[in-house]
Structures are given as C-alpha cells and as structure tokens.
C-alpha cells in the first residue's frame, strides 16, 4: 500500500507555543489530506480537510486560527496548532487518498502533542 | 456532513466465535465504506472495504454486507482469535472525506 509519514511521533511543548506536524505522502500525489483529532479511547474526528494550492476547509467547531494548515505541495501538508493550551493535548493523525473519489486512505502515523 | 454511527462500542467473545459490528450512515451520497482496524498508539490499518454497487464482501475471516436502502452496514469476523483484538471503526465517504463511526473496542478471550 501507498506510504504517509507523519513527523513528529511525540511531542511536548509548552503552554502558548506553537508546533508544526507534517504529513508526507512518500509514493503518490495527494492533492487532498485529512487532519483527525483523537481522544484517548474515542474516535477519529475529522477537523478539516487541507487541500493542495488552495484553502482548506475545516469541520465545524474547528478553530481556523488555531489550527493552521497547509497544503504547500502535492507530497506534504502541514497542522500547525498555535498558542497551545494543555486542553489541545491529543492524538493528532493525517490520512491520505491515493486517488480522488472512492479509494483506501492511508494514514500517517500520528503525533501525540502535550502541552504543559 | 456525513453522520456515522457505530455500535457496540465495547464487544468481548470468546475465541472462535463470531463478533458482528454495526453502523448506519446518514448521507445517501456516501458510497465508499472502509472498515479499520486500530491498535493501541498505531494508526488505522484497512481491513475491509466495500461500494455502494456491492451487497457483500468477503476476506477470509472477514466480511462486510452492506444496506444501501436502510443506510447501514455491518462487520462480522468469524473464528475470532486473541489477534483480533483491537478497536474497529467504520467509516463513510460521502465524497472526498472520510467520517468515522465511534468505535468498538473489540477484546477476544483465549
């Protein structure tokens, strides 16, 4: 299956700073990225959908300036959660379509951020 | 969006029998249903997944039917092993976007 490599794995920062996950497709084309959000023990929760050259559209409840994507290529899309708070603490993953339409999305393999 | 719920949300048998995962959707346009498989700190691995076009599907122990009609669609593992534990979420694609189900945190007892 295609590959979708998120960086970094873990992180940890402190209250107001900001961080910056990446998502990578590393085999194909992926005009059309995902950001979930993940509780402990609950499930994915889509947050906005990043979309290459052009704006990303995000869920409703979902912050646009706290959560800042970027969609700067067709291999690479980027979250960026600014002035985090202890409460942003989650498990952040990406996934990626190989093809527009009705196909497998493959995901990254997630970002655990704490804020402390 | 798309609305996708999942149930149960906890399911415990014992090894060598049958787990069957149920969810509906909300959206008549959806017509992509990927099932995954989600162990503790990995991320999602695709088990299963059938179209709107497909009633059933079916992978060795695993095997998916769909409703089109009634708008739900269900999971069953047979001759489940202690592997199989694991949470399991449905999803949807009403388009270019996946929704989840909930969950279920299947535990399969040696």
């Known amino acids: 299956g295609a590959v979708v490599s998120q960086h970094p794995s873990r992180v940890i920062c402190k209250s107001g700073t900001s961080v910056k996950i990446e998502c990578r497709s590393l085999?194909?084309?992926?005009?059309?990225m995902f950001w979930y959000r993940q509780f402990p023990k609950q499930s994915l929760m889509l947050m906005a959908t990043?979309?290459?050259?052009?704006?990303?559209?995000?869920e409703q409840g979902v912050e646009k300036d706290k959560f800042l994507i970027n969609h700067a290529s067709l291999t690479l899309s980027t979250l960026t959660v600014t002035s985090a708070h202890p409460e942003d603490s989650s498990f952040y993953i990406c996934?990626?379509?190989?093809?527009?339409?009705?196909?497998?999305?493959?995901f990254g393999q997630g970002t655990r951020l704490t804020v402390v | 969006g798309e609305n996708v719920e999942q149930h149960p949300s906890t399911l415990s048998v014992q090894e060598g029998d049958s787990a069957v995962i149920k969810c509906t959707y909300s959206?008549?346009?959806?017509?992509?249903f990927p099932w995954y498989k989600q162990e503790l700190g990995k991320r999602p691995q695709l088990i299963i997944d059938?179209?709107?076009?497909?009633g059933e599907k079916k992978d060795q122990r695993i095997a998916v039917t769909l409703n089109k009609t009634a708008k739900h669609f269900s999971l069953h593992i047979t001759e489940t092993q202690p592997e199989d534990s694991a949470v399991y979420f449905c999803?949807?694609?009403?388009?270019?976007?996946?929704?989840f189900g909930t969950g279920t945190s299947l535990t399969v007892i040696p």
């Open positions: 996934s990626a379509p190989r093809d527009r339409g009705n196909t497998e999305a493959f």
């Open positions: 085999d194909f084309q992926a005009t059309t």
């Open positions: 990043s979309n290459e050259g052009s704006k990303a559209t995000y």
């Open positions: 959206d008549s346009a959806s017509n992509y």
């Open positions: 059938i179209r709107s076009n497909v």
């Open positions: 999803a949807a694609n009403p388009g270019n976007q996946f929704y």
